[in-house]
């Protein structure tokens, strides 16, 4: 069983591996094949240069992609098969056992994934985002955010995973399922706690001041039924030119955030379009049916790895010549994403749907022109392809590309 579980997980790592570049470089091409045209639905709204600004930021992202994937894929052999993961046991079991052995095997594997990337985060930020005129961070300020995220993370990744640890060593047969149980009651606790405490030690939250625009969104939000329980304006513009608006917490803490950046650039009756799409997405509780996707789905992988812990060709297979419950955590939450790649469209397709029927519930409530000339300029200020590549787009974007959704509120506006 274990050479065969072997020759088929590197046979589906290849097949993915070439899979997702061959994506990349058929989009690079598209992109690359289209710049020196504005399509026919933007030439009156996106000039020239706009357009292939986009274009190459696209490329250059692409790109970056390219080579994150290959170091992925370098790492996960290393640490599978290439004995690195077997290493780190034989070290830490040497000195650990129990918890402070799986705490201290989960969090290596962290450590160094997290400084292998870390170089390419730095070019990413530092690099492409100043090259197309987006970076504000300042080398301080990124120093700043990785120490505070690194530090959060010890504080509530070391009770946490401690927690699912012990509940797999002490559960039984059946441990699974209470570490889902745990998994789930942890997340629905951090979205109220994200907002008021830890969301504003990377930013700064204030209430929106624009005493007129307040009243046209309150305006809005009694007209669509919907409570919030604060407007708020985020210093985007502190790291980043990009522009957006979100809503955040749960219940009585949800909370709508403004970029600076995004009012900067819209027009109040083009800001309430943007909110009224984000409010369809509540409306139509997509928030709700995404987390309960989530927890459906962490569900079915613990219940799979529950089948998986006791099975020494699971191990022996991946290069680990050891069994634990940390070492089963660690190669199942690294081999997933090989064995689900084809997935991905599945998750795109949800989310497009979502995303026509928030752009459909901004129509009724908002004009639907007001919504299309806010895309309009996101797309044109964050330099968003309206040329991106159909098959990569079904596997990699969350949200319909440009032309399908323009011509979706053009529709709207039409039978208005």
């Known amino acids: 069983m274990t050479p065969l579980f072997t020759q088929t997980f590197l046979l589906v790592f290849s097949l993915t591996l070439l899979g997702r570049l061959w994506l990349k470089l058929r989009h690079i091409r598209y992109v690359r094949e289209r710049r020196h045209t504005v399509p026919t639905d933007f030439a009156e709204r996106i000039n020239l240069a706009s357009h292939q600004k986009a274009a190459d930021y696209t490329v250059d992202r692409s790109k970056t992609a390219i080579f994150s994937l290959l170091v992925e894929a370098v790492l996960l052999l290393a640490l599978t098969l290439g004995g690195g993961l077997a290493a780190l046991h034989l070290f830490w079991s040497s000195h650990l056992e129990g918890i402070a052995y799986g705490l201290a095997m989960i969090f290596s594997v962290m ?91 990377f930013n700064q939250f204030t209430p929106l001041a624009d005493a007129e625009l307040k009243t046209r969104i309150e305006t809005l939000l009694s007209r669509c039924g919907f409570h919030a329980a604060g407007l708020f304006v985020m210093d985007g513009s502190r790291r980043s030119s990009h522009g957006n608006a979100y809503f955040t917490g749960f219940g009585n803490t949800k909370r709508i955030v403004f970029f600076d950046t995004l009012l900067a650039r819209l027009t109040p009756p083009e800001i309430d379009a943007v909110l009224a799409h984000e409010l369809g997405h509540f409306r139509h509780r997509h928030v709700l049916q995404r987390m309960l996707w989530l927890f459906a789905g962490s569900l079915g992988f613990l219940a799979i790895l529950g089948q998986l812990i006791d099975a020494p060709w699971f191990y022996a297979g991946l290069g680990v010549p050891a069994q634990s419950t940390a070492l089963a955590l660690i190669l199942f939450f690294l081999v997933v994403p090989v064995f689900t790649f084809l997935l991905a469209p599945l998750s795109s397709q949800l989310s497009r749907k979502h995303e026509f029927e928030a752009d459909a519930y901004a129509a009724t409530h908002t004009r639907a022109d007001d919504l299309i000339r806010a895309l309009v300029k996101l797309y044109d200020d964050n330099a968003a392809t309206l040329t991106p590549d159909p098959l990569h787009s079904l596997f990699h974007d969350s949200h319909p590309p440009a032309a399908q959704r323009i011509a979706h509120l053009q529709r709207q506006e039409k039978f208005a």
């Open 111 to 201: 450590a160094i994934s997290a400084l292998i990337d870390l170089p390419l985060t730095v070019y990413s930020q530092f690099v492409i985002e100043a090259r197309h005129g987006f970076n504000r961070m300042t080398a301080s300020l990124f120093i700043s955010d990785l120490l505070k995220q690194t530090l959060l993370g010890l504080l509530i990744g070391t009770p946490v995973i401690g927690a699912v640890l012990w509940l797999m060593d002490s559960m039984g047969t059946y441990w699974w399922f209470h570490v889902w149980v745990f998994w789930t009651l942890f997340n629905l606790l951090i979205l109220f706690v994200y907002p008021r405490w830890i969301a504003p030690l």
